[in-house]
């Protein structure tokens, strides 16, 4: 059986989706690694990796074929997170802690624009006249999809906000597919992704059935990023973010 190692990665980039679970074989090709790095954005640079993995927690592993996975756990010091053996593919998913910031309202402006989809009234009754700063709770829900062969299998894993990858089909190296977004289990309408790939990225909306088309080129890893907002006062906001990595192996 082949070993898939599960890791994390963490950056301190407020736009990137850089927090994601990435996927890979080692260099033996016995097993997947997935390390937490520093990215500025998506697949693009590698700094280094992220050992502490005390603000993750409730790891959820499963295949399609078998449900969910006992994962073998790792050492405290290595920047592993798990490791689960199997030739098939497999979904996981892990929490973050809560965190906080302030964001000066240049800042946040940029922010609920370009990550959001905010803009127009929207923007102007969520960023209210003479708001300097605003104070942010953010929460992140990790996910990835890892296939070891042509065959993408994904399916909802009870997460509390939850992006599905379905009807992928791959012809010479190029893959389309659909992403449907879900809050506890129901469908998002008109919610707002990120798709970021080889080095792009795009804002999209999903339609009334929750769902965006996609492709990428040469099985090019693709990443799809959603961000809830909810305002508790002018000043202060909570933000729910989960995203969904895919890898062909």
């Given at each position: 059986m082949k070993k898939l190692i599960l890791i994390i990665l963490f950056t301190g980039s407020i736009f990137a989706h850089d927090a994601y679970l990435k996927a890979k074989w080692n260099k033996a090709k016995t097993g997947i690694e997935i390390k937490p790095v520093v990215a500025s954005y998506f697949e693009t640079k590698e700094v280094v990796p992220i050992k502490n993995h005390t603000r993750l927690f409730d790891l959820i592993v499963a295949s399609p074929s078998i449900g969910k996975i006992e994962p073998n756990k790792i050492s405290p010091d290595s920047t592993t997170l798990c490791e689960v053996e199997t030739s098939n593919s497999i979904i996981a998913a892990v929490k973050v802690q809560p965190r906080d910031i302030t964001l000066p309202r240049k800042s946040a402006t940029q922010y609920f624009m370009h990550e959001l989809g905010i803009t127009g009234d929207n923007l102007k009754k969520t960023l209210e006249p003479g708001v300097d700063s605003v104070y942010e709770v953010y929460e992140r829900i990790l996910k990835?999809?890892?296939?070891?062969?042509?065959?993408?299998?994904?399916?909802?894993?009870?997460?509390?906000?939850?992006?599905?990858?379905?009807?992928?089909?791959?012809?010479?190296?190029?893959?389309?597919?659909?992403?449907?977004?879900?809050?506890?289990?129901?469908?998002?309408?008109?919610?707002?992704?990120?798709?970021?790939?080889?080095?792009?990225?795009?804002?999209?909306?999903?339609?009334?059935?929750?769902?965006?088309?996609?492709?990428?080129?040469?099985?090019?890893?693709?990443?799809?990023?959603?961000?809830?907002?909810v305002k508790n006062s002018k000043i202060n906001f909570n933000t729910y973010w989960t995203n969904t990595s895919l890898y062909f192996l």
């Open positions: 990835t999809v890892a296939a070891t062969s042509n065959s993408v299998s994904d399916s909802l894993l009870g997460l509390p906000l939850e992006i599905v990858i379905k009807n992928v089909s791959v012809k010479k190296n190029k893959y389309n597919g659909i992403a449907t977004l879900y809050e506890n289990g129901i469908i998002v309408k008109k919610g707002a992704i990120r798709i970021l790939s080889n080095g792009k990225t795009k804002l999209v909306y999903t339609n009334n059935n929750g769902e965006i088309k996609f492709s990428s080129p040469n099985k090019n890893p693709i990443l799809f990023a959603h961000i809830k907002l």
